[in-house]
């Protein structure tokens, strides 16, 4: 364990020989860290590792039988669930709980990233540098770093554009070929006004958003 790393009340460490912490790392109280050494007859050696400086919320629960690498600086919110595996449940003639532990790989959250409140970053999942996850997004897939995901599961909604010095919302094809890009910004004033919109951006419903943007009359379209 490193220097001067602290944990709240009530924080549960199994199999603490697999847990590596840095130097001035905070753990959040009732967060659970659960490394898997063995299931169902099957060995396992899992890892956890945490960098200097990494804060943990409250109520965060991380499963592991392979590895979770966390990076230095990583802010985590509370109920974050971060795990490298799941149940096998493909045999239909035997409980789930019977059956076999299954993983795409192990989880990497690279330095200086942001896990909002109650999002859950499943296996095999490599999250960039200095990204956020949005609350109660499902990662499912690698995040680019400089990102912003959001969602179930988590798409992409901004990106940072190392060219303009600016986080550039990310538009698919039916967005970009129906507006003009100077009418990117009106959208976006207009979602900050309206939680509905924001949501819908969240969960990257780029129809339900069309129609709630020209209902609003904030955007001219290509051919008025």
């Not at 490394?35 to 109520?59: A, F």
């Not at 039988?65 to 045999?91: M, P, R």
């Amino acid at each position: 364990m490193g220097e001067h790393w602290t944990k709240a009340s009530g924080v549960v460490i199994q199999n603490p020989q697999c847990i590596f912490f840095g130097c001035n790392v905070g753990i959040g109280k009732n967060t659970y860290f659960m490394p898997v050494v063995e299931h169902l007859g099957n060995k396992y050696s899992p890892k956890i590792t945490i960098e200097d400086g990494t804060w943990i919320g409250i109520r965060n629960s991380f499963a592991v039988i392979y590895g979770i690498t966390i990076g230095k600086n990583v802010l985590f919110a509370g109920y974050v669930h971060v795990t490298d595996h799941s149940h096998g449940y493909e045999d239909i003639n035997m409980p789930i709980s019977k059956q076999p532990l299954i993983s795409k790989g192990p989880v990497i959250i690279e330095d200086e990233c942001w896990l909002g409140f109650s999002c859950e970053i499943l296996s095999g999942v490599h999250i960039g540098r200095h990204s956020i996850i949005a609350a109660r997004a499902v990662v499912t897939k690698d995040v680019p770093p400089y990102s912003i995901v959001a969602g179930n599961p988590a798409r992409i909604v901004k990106k940072y554009n190392f060219e303009t010095i600016t986080l550039d919302y990310d538009f698919d094809s039916e967005i970009v070929e129906k507006y003009e890009p100077k009418d990117i910004i009106p959208i976006f004033i207009f979602e900050e006004n309206n939680k509905e919109v924001f949501r819908i951006v969240g969960e990257h419903k780029e129809k339900e958003m069309i129609e709630l943007i020209e209902k609003s009359g904030v955007l001219n379209e290509k051919n008025n």
